[in-house]
């Protein structure tokens, strides 16, 4: 993992941060023209190890080919895996932000993440891709048509809708509603686990599906075994408990406020038309179990995005069949990307072929 | 309302309680033979105020028509509306039962209000009617084939789904959390109501869909009214406000645990032999928007369950559909009672049309 510390940075509301460490990752090398490059966006707790989370989409020979890309992964902002976020150390006062960390939308994480781009003299990027909250940043990015020439968001749409911000707010007020929350101001080595952990909860829940539960769990015997949790009951605890050990109370509340001010109309016009301003190619990923992000929302992209087109994982296990199903993504990603991903490699691969 | 108190009562589990309150609320008159009556089950937080909740299917001329139906609503054991619960004073110590109070399950439940219907000296149930939990508990009715003619279960399945107890199990944790809770052992006047509001903000998405939030709430402006929260949001911390008002942590906990117990098949055998074995009439209603029970659930009841015919509310509202849209609940309802609903004045009608 690499870190970039720019010297400052301001908020669509204007809020000005200086030393703001961005971190990244990358595999393959940078061409010489600099405009062989593949952004990757991470989702909510996710952070810049793409190749732990996609590691079958990453790779030599792979859809995220790093014999031809050179593949980067921004830590979005407010997220505690290195970028700026309420864990970082505010060089105003010495102390972490905590809950004073401005918001970011997820437009200001894109427009970040863009200057550490520019830092590094990149002049193209071949294709934005991720799902879910990385789906947001690859909407984002469309909207940077000078660097930007290919858009494939997952399991998203085009702005958050009242349903999903239904879910976010639930699972702040449960960490909100622990009193070792206190307002945000918790000691680090006593934060407020339990609200966090019923959040991480009811997200596993939004992730999956019925079929998923039902086919991994069932009714695991809980009448014969009184006393013990049904099978299901002891799972979302368990991963309630394995994200407290790794994520920050007010970095969840601050990334749940980010997505759930993604709107890419905001502040740019009619809804409809401001997609039909995204003009790259686009492969639009629905998931057809996605409860969160249901199927209307990519339709609806298509429909406005004018090169836009559709594909579907046909999935039982929801939302989280982004990080299950890499054949078929796989499968969606590389005729496509075959198609209309243009980058230097690709060009001189073409003269090849004549 | 009235109330029955029975001498005692055992629970599946050999729990033996002394001096046990059923209250219950009732229209119509019994008539002569005693058999004119439909048994009306409520809801999780639902109570016996069947007027106030189903009052368009209920009255002179209407679904229920108590014209015609002595209808009865029993108030749940383990609900704070009048029967045994969390709430009420155990005759052994004096104090209310609070978290001591026994696992029942919905058979429990059902075979308590059956005591109080044989104290009433009912000879024969017309109709068993009731959605959600209400459905589970028309499903058990179904084994009191010595009484019951014919059955209504509306938005449930025959044993509750791994994903139904992973919603449930959320709700829990957010109220086991709450540090006020206090392992129950809660004072009256100090009780988890932060830990039970964000469980009925889990709840309320539960109950509804995608569409239902985007066309009421939509995105209304959160950006522009920085601090403010978003209408949804503010929609769900009223509803878990006002839950607390008017609910019993430990009795939330006690009815959703009895909820999750829910499975016919418990100690009957097979569960398609199970259900095979309910050979009433049946109306089984689903909602094609109810992402907790979806219609799979009633297509299953309806394979297996001999005399079943299957009903579907076409509604964008999800769960809470039940409750809102009586129109065609209504129609589904009528010509299908008119078919198979048999007690003394419809015998009487019989003739009376020859």
Same mark, same amino acid.
């Given at each position: 993992?690499?870190? =970039?510390?720019?010297?400052?940075?301001?908020?669509?509301?204007?809020?000005?941060?200086?030393?703001?460490?961005?971190?990244?990752?990358?595999?393959?090398?940078?061409?010489?023209?600099?405009?062989?490059?593949?952004?990757?966006?991470?989702?909510? =707790? !996710?952070?810049?190890?793409?190749?732990?989370?996609?590691?079958?989409?990453?790779?030599?020979?792979?859809?995220?080919?790093?014999?031809?890309?050179?593949?980067?992964?921004?830590? *979005?902002?407010?997220? #505690?895996?290195?970028?700026?976020?309420?864990?970082? =150390?505010? $060089?105003?006062?010495? &102390?972490?932000?905590? *809950?004073?960390? #401005?918001?970011?939308?997820?437009?200001?994480?894109?427009?970040?993440?863009?200057?550490?781009?520019? &830092?590094?003299?990149?002049?193209?990027? @071949?294709?934005?891709?991720?799902?879910?909250?990385?789906?947001?940043?690859?909407?984002?990015?469309?909207?940077?048509?000078?660097?930007?020439?290919?858009?494939?968001?997952?399991? *998203?749409?085009?702005?958050?809708?009242?349903?999903?911000? @239904?879910?976010?707010?639930?699972?702040?007020?449960?960490?909100?509603?622990? $009193?070792?929350?206190?307002?945000?101001?918790?000691?680090?080595?006593?934060?407020?686990?339990?609200?966090?952990?019923?959040?991480?909860?009811?997200?596993?829940?939004?992730?999956?599906?019925?079929?998923?539960?039902?086919?991994?769990?069932?009714?695991?015997?809980?009448?014969?075994?009184?006393?013990?949790?049904? @099978? *299901?009951?002891?799972?979302?605890?368990?991963?309630?408990?394995?994200?407290?050990?790794?994520?920050?109370?007010?970095?969840?509340?601050?990334?749940?406020?980010?997505?759930? %001010?993604?709107?890419?109309?905001?502040?740019?016009?009619?809804?409809?038309?401001?997609? !039909?301003?995204?003009?790259?190619?686009?492969?639009?990923?629905?998931?057809?179990?996605?409860?969160?992000?249901?199927?209307?929302?990519?339709?609806?992209?298509?429909?406005?995005?004018? %090169?836009?087109?559709?594909?579907?994982?046909?999935?039982?296990?929801?939302?989280?069949?982004?990080?299950?199903?890499? &054949?078929?993504?796989?499968?969606?990603?590389? $005729?496509?990307?075959?198609?209309?991903?243009?980058?230097?490699?690709?060009?001189?691969?073409?003269?090849?072929?004549?």
């Amino acid at each position: 993992m690499s870190v =970039t510390t720019l010297d400052s940075f301001r908020t669509e509301k204007g809020v000005d941060l200086r030393r703001v460490p961005v971190a990244w990752k990358a595999w393959g090398r940078l061409n010489a023209s600099r405009d062989n490059v593949v952004i990757v966006c991470h989702a909510l =707790t !996710g952070n810049t190890d793409v190749d732990d989370w996609w590691g079958p989409l990453l790779g030599p020979g792979r859809a995220l080919d790093s014999d031809r890309f050179f593949v980067i992964c921004f830590n *979005v902002a407010g997220s #505690p895996y290195g970028t700026v976020s309420p864990v970082t =150390t505010s $060089p105003d006062t010495g &102390e972490p932000y905590g *809950v004073a960390f #401005p918001d970011f939308s997820i437009r200001d994480t894109v427009a970040l993440h863009r200057m550490v781009l520019d &830092e590094i003299g990149v002049t193209g990027v @071949a294709l934005a891709i991720g799902a879910s909250m990385g789906g947001m940043q690859v909407l984002e990015w469309g909207h940077h048509t000078d660097l930007v020439k290919a858009l494939c968001p997952i399991a *998203v749409g085009g702005r958050h809708s009242a349903w999903c911000i @239904a879910w976010s707010a639930s699972q702040r007020q449960a960490i909100i509603s622990d $009193p070792k929350w206190k307002g945000g101001h918790y000691p680090a080595d006593d934060p407020p686990v339990h609200g966090l952990s019923v959040a991480r909860m009811m997200a596993m829940i939004s992730y999956r599906s019925q079929s998923s539960f039902e086919k991994r769990f069932g009714r695991a015997r809980m009448m014969d075994n009184p006393g013990e949790p049904m @099978a *299901v009951e002891s799972y979302l605890q368990y991963q309630g408990e394995k994200l407290v050990a790794r994520f920050d109370a007010n970095c969840y509340i601050a990334l749940t406020r980010q997505m759930d %001010s993604h709107d890419v109309a905001y502040g740019r016009g009619n809804y409809p038309e401001v997609l !039909g301003d995204i003009k790259q190619p686009t492969l639009v990923v629905g998931i057809d179990s996605d409860i969160l992000y249901p199927l209307a929302e990519q339709q609806e992209l298509v429909q406005h995005m004018p %090169s836009a087109e559709m594909a579907v994982l046909t999935s039982p296990d929801g939302h989280d069949a982004f990080l299950i199903d890499f &054949e078929q993504l796989s499968a969606h990603l590389r $005729p496509w990307m075959a198609r209309v991903v243009i980058d230097g490699e690709n060009r001189r691969g073409s003269i090849h072929n004549e």
